[in-house]
C-alpha cells in the first residue's frame, strides 16, 4: 500500500471504527504505524431497532478485539459526544460513521446522522487542518447504468441521497478551502474481515457463505446469474482510503474494482472454495429500487489517487474464507 505517508506520531480520528470498514482501518494503522495515535469514536450497537427491525448502529466491540488505540463511545449527532473530540488535535479523520443500511425509509434520522453530522466534522477538520478523508456511496448512483461515474448521479433512496448530499458539501467546503484536503470515496460492494455484525445488512459473500455451511441451498434473487455488483475486498477499500490522503486534488472518487459481477458468480465461487455442488434456489427480488447492474468508472480515482485495486472475486472469497468459516454459527448479538 501507500507507504509514501508515515502515519507514525499523527493523531488519526475515525467515525464509525466499531464499524466494518472502520474496525480494518483502525488495525491497518495499528499494524502498519505502530506509533500513530488512533482514536475510535463510535456509538457502538445498541438495542435500538428501526421500524423493519434492523438495529440502529451496526459497531460492534468484537471488532476491536486486539485493538490498543483509543476508543470513545459517542454519537455524531450529540453535540456534547463530539465535544470530547476537543481534547485533541487530529492529522486525519476518516469519517465512515453513518447510518449504512440502505433500506432505512426515516429520513429525518438519515438525514441528521449522515448529514449534519458531517458539517460537525468537517468544522473539527477545519480547526485542525486536518485530512478529510469520509465514506460515500455507490447509492448516489441509483439505477443509472454502468459505468457509474461522478458527476452524474441519480439517488433512489434516503441513504443515497444523504451520501449525495455529504458530497456537495464536501464539493463547497473544497472551493472554501482550498488548502484543505477532503476527498470522498464512493465505496461500491464491499465485503472482507470484520463485517459479520452488520447481520443482514453485510455483504452477500458471508450470508451466502453461511447458508451453504449450514447445508442449505443458496438462495438468490430470480435471475441473479444478470443482476451484477462491482464487489470489492477491504483490502483494496482500504487502499483507497490511504491514497486520498494524498490526492492530487479534492474531488469525490469512486472505490470499485472497474469489474462487474453476478450474484451467482458469489455462490458458485464460493461452493468451489467450500467443496459443496448444492445448486441455487431462487425467489422473487421484493424491491423496486434495485440496483442491476453496478460497474465503478474508476478513471478519475486511478488518476488523481493512484487507486489500483489489485484483488479478483475469486481471490478476495479464498482470501475470505477462513474468517467465514471461523464466524460460522457463532453469536452475532
Ligand atoms: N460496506 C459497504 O459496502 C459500503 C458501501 C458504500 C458506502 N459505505 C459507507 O462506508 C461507511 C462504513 O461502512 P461499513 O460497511 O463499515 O458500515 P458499518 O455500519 O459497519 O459502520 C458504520 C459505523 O458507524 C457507526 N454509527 C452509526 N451511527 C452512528 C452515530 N450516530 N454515531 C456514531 N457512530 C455511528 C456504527 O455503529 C458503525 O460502527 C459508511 O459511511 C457506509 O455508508 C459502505
Avoid: W
Wanted: aromatic share 12%; charged share 20%.
Amino acid at each position: 500500500m501507500n507507504k509514501n505517508i508515515n502515519f507514525n506520531n499523527k493523531t488519526i480520528l475515525i467515525t464509525g471504527g466499531a464499524g466494518f470498514i472502520g474496525s480494518n482501518l483502525a488495525f491497518y494503522f495499528q499494524k502498519n504505524f505502530p506509533n500513530s495515535k488512533v482514536i475510535v469514536f463510535d456509538s457502538f450497537r445498541s438495542e435500538a431497532v428501526f421500524t423493519n427491525g434492523n438495529l440502529q448502529s451496526l459497531g460492534h466491540y468484537k471488532n476491536l478485539i486486539g485493538f490498543t488505540g483509543e476508543v470513545i463511545c459517542g454519537n455524531i449527532n450529540n453535540k456534547f459526544d463530539l465535544a470530547l473530540l476537543n481534547d485533541y488535535k487530529f492529522d486525519y479523520i476518516f469519517h465512515q460513521a453513518a447510518i449504512s443500511d440502505t433500506r432505512i425509509y426515516d429520513q429525518e434520522i438519515i438525514m441528521k446522522t449522515n448529514v449534519n453530522s458531517f458539517y460537525d466534522l468537517l468544522a473539527i477538520a477545519k480547526k485542525d487542518r486536518a485530512v478529510m478523508v469520509y465514506a460515500s456511496s455507490a447509492a448516489t448512483y441509483g439505477s443509472l447504468p454502468s459505468p457509474q461515474t461522478v458527476g452524474k448521479e441519480s439517488p433512489e433512496n434516503p441513504y443515497g441521497f444523504s451520501k449525495y448530499i455529504m458530497d456537495q458539501i464536501a464539493i463547497r467546503y473544497s472551493k472554501e478551502n482550498p488548502d484543505l484536503t477532503v476527498v470522498g470515496l464512493r465505496f461500491f460492494n464491499v465485503y472482507g474481515p470484520r463485517e459479520y455484525y452488520k447481520a443482514n445488512t453485510a455483504s452477500m459473500v458471508i450470508q451466502l457463505g453461511h447458508q451453504i455451511l449450514d447445508g442449505k441451498i443458496p438462495r438468490l434473487f430470480k435471475g441473479s446469474d444478470q443482476i451484477f455488483r462491482d464487489f470489492i475486498y477491504i483490502d483494496d477499500a482500504l487502499q483507497a482510503i490511504i491514497k486520498s490522503c494524498n490526492p492530487k486534488q479534492n474531488g469525490i472518487f469512486n472505490v470499485g474494482t472497474g469489474i462487474s459481477r453476478s450474484f451467482q458468480d458469489i455462490a458458485d465461487i464460493l461452493q468451489k472454495e467450500l467443496g459443496t455442488d448444492l445448486g441455487t434456489e431462487y425467489f422473487p427480488n421484493p424491491y423496486d429500487d434495485y440496483q442491476m447492474h453496478t460497474q465503478a468508472n474508476i478513471i478519475t480515482s486511478k488518476n488523481n489517487l493512484g487507486f489500483e485495486p489489485k484483488v479478483s472475486l475469486e481471490q478476495g472469497i479464498k482470501s475470505y474464507i477462513p474468517e467465514i468459516l471461523r464466524l460460522h454459527g457463532t453469536d452475532i448479538s
